[in-house]
């Protein structure tokens, strides 16, 4: 694609798709930033609304987990974050990571039926691949929170170093998907859930249900990374904080993993 014939996102459809469907939430949209949650944070300080959408087209300094950079090429992803201001614990915002990981899930696998999963907290994966990445950050006194996705819709290829790790929606349908339709229903569902999760600020019901249907790494032998000693076992779902239950190798007893902590692998692989 060349600077000429780029096709840049149309925010107005995506807004007239969640209308459609009673969805209102200020968006606001930018062809280029440093980053959206940059970008989410500077209007939380003044003042934005709960649920206000900050979306871009390209980001010139996008940001990824562990102090990471994020690639978001324009014409073909999408950077997102969302503003909230949901008055939990500290220990609770890692929470919101695993609604938007279910929500990214959802809403791709509506738009195009691909067979999506998430791999513990929050990667939508498909093959072994990810399809998203997702970054939550909340300011010290937690007045809002700030998650962030970014989403890998119509890559036709990844640099060499993320070709194994790395996929988009193109790849995997082998045509172009529409990335308004993608945008409109994740947020769909996130609102969907967030609404559910708010009642009780934790993960329970049908939202929990949903994401154990669609987390890949159930029932499978896992290891987990913990700082203070790795162990494997089998994972069996999550509990209502979002922690994933190891059920241990070593000593048969059933650890949660809390998700800011430690990472999950497949003892074969990612997943
Ligand atoms: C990861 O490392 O997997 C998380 C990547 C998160 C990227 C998204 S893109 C939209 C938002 N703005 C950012 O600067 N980062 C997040």
Redesign the pocket.
């Known amino acids: 694609m060349t600077q000429t014939d780029r096709i840049l996102l149309d925010p107005e459809d995506i807004h007239s798709r969640l209308t459609r469907e009673g969805v209102g939430c200020p968006l606001f949209y930018r062809q280029e930033i440093d980053?959206?949650?940059?970008w989410a944070k500077r209007a939380a300080a003044e003042g934005a609304a709960d649920g206000s959408v900050y979306l871009a087209d390209y980001?010139s300094a996008?940001?990824?987990?562990r102090g990471?950079t994020?690639q978001?090429p324009e014409g073909t992803s999408v950077?997102?974050?969302l503003l909230l201001r949901p008055e939990i614990p500290a220990d609770r915002i890692s929470m919101l990571t695993l609604i938007m990981g279910l929500s990214a899930a959802e809403g791709m696998k509506a738009v195009t039926g691909l067979d999506v999963g998430i791999k513990w907290p929050n990667d939508v994966v498909i093959g072994g691949r990810k399809l998203c990445?997702?970054?939550t950050e909340a300011n010290s006194l937690v007045e809002y929170i700030v998650v962030?996705?970014?989403i890998n819709c119509n890559m036709e290829a990844f640099p060499e170093e993320l070709s194994q790790t790395a996929t988009s929606l193109r790849l995997e349908m082998g045509r172009p998907v529409s990335r308004e339709a993608v945008t409109a229903e994740i947020l769909k569902a996130f609102y969907r859930n967030y609404e559910e999760f708010r009642k009780t600020c934790t993960i329970t019901g049908s939202v929990k249900e949903a994401y154990e249907d669609l987390l890949v790494n159930r029932d499978r032998q896992v290891r987990v990374l913990d700082p203070k000693g790795e162990y494997e076992g089998i994972s069996l779902g999550i509990n209502e904080m979002g922690e994933l239950l190891v059920q241990r190798a070593d000593n048969g007893e059933a650890a949660a993993v809390y998700a800011g902590e430690v990472s999950v692998r497949g003892i074969y692989g990612y997943v």
């Open positions: 980053s959206t949650n940059e980001q996008g940001k990824g987990r990471r994020w978001s950077s997102m974050s990445g997702i970054l962030g996705i970014g």
